[in-house]
Structures are given as C-alpha cells and as structure tokens.
C-alpha cells in the first residue's frame, strides 16, 4: 500500500520559513518524480514544485521561485521543500504527489499516481 504523509505544516509570520517533508512509502521512490501542490480554501489544487527522480532537475511555480526549494533524500525516501520568506498568500493545505516518470515532472494535477493527506501551511500578516 502507498502512503505519502505530509509534515512540517503550522502557523508562522510573514516572513517567515517553514520545511515541509513528505516520506513515502510502499513504492520504489527512486523511480518517481516527487512534487508539492497547494490548494487555498474555495481554490483549485495549484502546482508549486517539482523534482525529478535522480534529483538532478526542479522545476518551480513563478510565485515561489527564488523562496522555495524542493530536495529529496532517496536513501530515506523522503521529499522536502523548504520555504523561506512566506506571504500570507502562500496559505493553503500542502499536498505531496508522486509521479512514475524518468522524464521531466509534470505540473498538471492529473498526471500524478499518489497523493498525501496534505499538511496545512498558515501565514500571518
């Protein structure tokens, strides 16, 4: 069975920094592509980052370059994205996705095989 459980969530200030981690399970990590979503309340799922398999490539959203990054340690199984300098905009539920791919991650919700429980990210203003 496939499990991906989000941690790291909580309350923070406006320019603060949070780290996610995502650790999966019950599939061989180091063949997925692994990815971070966010959905705000009454808003679609939206992608924010994404890795390849081996690592070697990230790919992130325009509103979160240069804040966010994405690593994963496949020894451990584990996906991380820290995030620096938060906005109150970058509040929302934080969702871990998998994607069974050696080529370039997608950004589109539909393309990714297993999702988290999501981890929920609050920043004050």
């Known amino acids: 069975q496939v499990q991906l459980v989000e941690s790291g969530g909580g309350l923070v200030q406006t320019g603060g920094s949070l780290r996610l981690s995502c650790a999966a399970s019950?599939?061989?990590?180091?063949?997925?592509?692994m990815a971070w979503f966010r959905q705000a309340p009454g808003k679609e799922r939206d992608f924010v980052s994404a890795?390849?398999?081996?690592?070697?490539?990230?790919y992130y959203a325009d509103s979160v370059k240069g804040r966010f990054t994405i690593s994963r340690d496949n020894a451990k199984n584990t996906v991380y994205l820290q995030m620096n300098s938060l906005k109150p905009e970058d509040s929302a539920n934080y969702y871990c996705?998998?994607?069974?791919?050696?080529?370039?991650?997608?950004?589109?919700?539909?393309?990714?095989?297993?999702w988290g429980q999501g981890t929920q990210v609050t920043v004050s203003s």
């Open positions: 890795i390849n398999w081996r690592g070697r490539h990230t």
């Open positions: 996705a998998a994607e069974l791919t050696v080529g370039s991650p997608h950004t589109i919700v539909a393309e990714y095989d297993y």
């Open positions: 019950g599939l061989p990590f180091s063949t997925y592509a």
